[in-house]
């Protein structure tokens, strides 16, 4: 690959932005299945517009960290901690990136545009500076990370209602357990940069049973949209089986309290968002 390409690659989190855009995109598509008709010019200018948006939000983000990744293991080979692109060129492809994302979501209608700028502003100008302070930042990066489903579905639908809500609320609470499991795997990592992000800032039983309390909380608030009437059995039924997982997978992190029962429940995590969303968008009532 060329090295501008990989740099490109790790200034935006090529992987997450993926599975940030993924999310949006379904959930545009759940918007759609009300409307009656899929507008797919749209939905293509949703995936630009949220891959331009996410990726920005990370630059500012890489911007913002450059002295702190230059400590860590995992992140010292990006472009900015390397030196191999200049704060300033980072600067610019962001800037150019936000824009031209958020005038690709506003065009679908304003809501859209102006939930995106907002989220851009809360990650990389509330959750990253407070990534040193305190382990609340997970609580208020969860913000930002639960909106691209909302904007998916707000691209489509227009305005926020109940089903906008649940289809944030099942991402806001997945975040728990997904970030929990990384925050101990990489704990060791983090520690050199300041970061101390589980529940107790440490790897000890406490941070496990809440990690795991998390993956039994996202049981109940996958079964929402059955229990509201807008999700089908079919949805209930694969909630509950990968649920039971990924609950297994928080208990023998409380078991073992080992890493790799915690790199377990990470890729689990991978694995149970895609899943349930999907699952949703096939099982709609
Ligand atoms: C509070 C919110 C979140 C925090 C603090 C968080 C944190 C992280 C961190 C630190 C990693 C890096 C793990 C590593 O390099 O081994 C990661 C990976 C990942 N996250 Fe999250 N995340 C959050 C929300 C999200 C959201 C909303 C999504 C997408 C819907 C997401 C998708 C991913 C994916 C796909 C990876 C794997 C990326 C890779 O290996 O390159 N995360 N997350
Ligand atoms: C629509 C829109 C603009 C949404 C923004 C969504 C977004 C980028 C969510 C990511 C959530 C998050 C807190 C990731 C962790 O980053 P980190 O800084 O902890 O990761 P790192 O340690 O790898 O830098």
Redesign the pocket.
Known sequence: MGSFFKDFKNLV????T???V??ASVCFLVGEHYAGQIHWLNWIKLIIGGFLVTSAANGFNEIIEKDLDKLMR?TADRPLPSGRMTTGQALVLSLVMGIGGTYLLGSLNLLTGVLSVFSIFLYAFA?TPLKQKSPI??????F???L?PLIGYVASHGRIDTIALVLFGI?FV???P??WA??W??DDDYKKAGFR?LPTTHRDRVSAVITWLSTIILIPVSLLPTFLGFGGNLIAIVSIIIGAVFCYQGFMLVKNLDIPSARKL?FG??IY?PVVQLGLLFNLM
């Open positions: 989190k090529l992987r997450l993926l599975l940030v993924f999310s995992r959750y930042a997970v609580f208020v990066g969860a930002p990370g639960a691209p991402q997945w975040q728990f997904h970030f990384i925050a795997v990489l992000l990470m995590s991978f968002l």
